[in-house]
């Protein structure tokens, strides 16, 4: 049985049309893990029955808009016979000397009030196993009964899930990925509030250090495993040639910043071709000198105004973003050689706007995103694995 939350808050169709997304992407995850399940979807619950329970309900606990995921016995809505279910359930788990705790509920059922379910299956068990005590507070066994039209739910057990809302809710946007922590994080994360996400990875064999594209596409690999059965795209954009003109840009200070600018352009350019609502970036309030305030201004500026910048990860610290990487398993301990050489000894930690623009006349900023927009290439990753294009 699985628990979906937020949804409840919103309006009977938009309700509707999230379930059914929802429903969709149960589906593609046990197709995915070869499990087969029949799924039934009723109010705030969706039931799936098949064989192997145990895998069913670790695979749908990881479904984007999922709450929580129990192992239940379903019966008929007839309340003795759910009030016998739960104390012969209970009983396998109780022992004289323990203390219970049941934990009623109803859904469009009447002729009792969830009181006088509780106390009845209370009382079952205790006739059941003698020498229990009820306590409600802080008791060694819980037991949750719901009565419901479609029938009895009767569980002691609950794998959370993440939350958020189904992905397909909310659009498409673009994430910058990189090789490091931050990044796929910040895309687990607006993948959880229900965005389709698509990835672009800026590289250079040249000036970045040698495992940095594998580092990303490992990231992208474990980033498709949370959208079971959806493949996931991200564009590989070669920027060697603009690193070569950035190299002779005299002032070094700003080079982080111009760099970023020029990610940024060259994702608007994405953006706007391929009909994505937002960029996606990993920043982190004050975590290096590109990512102060006001360089995380200086930086956003070239993006289009009506194009939004979401950046998850603005308030976390580092801890926080780590917590949640090895959560997620998209944390890796070995980050390998992932540097970047463009990188000055003494980056600006507040530029301003005028000396990055004074600076960028120094390149041919527009010459430079055309040539490197002629060297993309594009992978494809699918259940954790990369799927195309095939370079082994
Ligand atoms: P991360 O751990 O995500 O690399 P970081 O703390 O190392 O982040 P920066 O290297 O300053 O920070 O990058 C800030 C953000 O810019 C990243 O989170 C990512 O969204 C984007 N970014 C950085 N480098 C690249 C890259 N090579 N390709 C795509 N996006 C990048
Ligand atoms: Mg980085």
Redesign the pocket.
């Known amino acids: 049985m699985a628990k979906y939350g937020e949804l409840f808050l919103k309006s009977e169709s938009v309700q509707r049309y999230y379930t059914k997304l929802l429903t969709k992407n149960i589906r593609m995850a046990l197709n995915a893990a070869g499990l087969k399940a029949d799924i039934e979807l009723h109010r705030g619950r969706i039931l799936i029955s098949g064989d192997n329970t145990k895998d069913i309900a670790d695979t749908v606990s990881k479904v984007f808009g999922i709450v929580g995921v129990s192992i239940a016995v379903l019966t008929s809505p007839e309340r003795s016979e759910i009030e016998e279910a739960a104390a012969e359930f209970a009983s396998k788990k109780l022992k004289s000397g323990m203390t219970f705790a049941v934990r009623p509920r109803r859904s469009n059922i009447t002729g009792f009030t969830s009181q006088e379910l509780g106390a009845s299956t209370g009382s079952r068990i205790y006739q059941r196993v003698p020498g229990l005590t009820v306590n409600l507070t802080d008791p060694d066994y819980e037991i949750f009964v719901e009565a419901r039209k479609e029938g009895g739910l009767i569980y002691d057990n609950s794998i959370e899930g993440p939350g958020g809302l189904p992905v397909g809710t909310q659009g498409k946007v673009l ?10 994080v ?1 895309s687990w994360l607006v993948m959880k509030r229900g965005c389709i996400v698509s990835y ?4 250079s064999e040249k000036y ?1 250090g040698a495992d ?1 594209k594998k580092a ?1 596409l490992e990231n992208l690999a474990n980033l498709s495993l949370w959208t079971p059965g959806h493949s996931v795209e991200m564009v590989c954009v070669k920027i060697d040639k603009f690193y070569d003109s950035l190299v002779n840009v005299e002032n070094q200070k700003n080079r ?1 910043l111009i760099c ?1 600018r020029f ?1 940024l352009r060259i994702a608007s350019e994405i953006v706007r071709k391929e009909g994505y609502l937002a960029i ?5 309030l004050g ?2 000198a ?2 102060t305030l006001s360089n995380i201004s200086v930086v956003e500026s070239v993006v289009p105004p009506d194009i939004p910048v979401i950046q998850p990860l603005i308030t976390y610290d580092k801890e926080e973003t780590v917590k949640i990487a090895r959560k997620i398993k998209t944390f890796r301990n070995l980050a390998g050689d992932v540097g970047c050489s463009v990188v000055p000894k003494h980056p600006a930690v507040s530029a301003t706007s005028e000396s990055v623009i004074e600076d960028e006349k120094e390149l041919d900023i527009k010459e430079l995103m055309k040539i490197c927009l002629l060297d993309v290439k594009k992978y494809r990753a699918l259940n954790g694995e990369i799927i195309s294009p095939d370079e082994s």
Request: charged letters at 5%; a neutral charge; hydrophobic letters at 40%.
């Open positions: 994430s910058l990925l990189s090789a490091g922590i931050d990044s796929p910040a672009v990875h800026f590289n970045m940095t990303s982080c970023k990610m996606v970036m990993g920043n982190n975590q290096v590109s990512q």
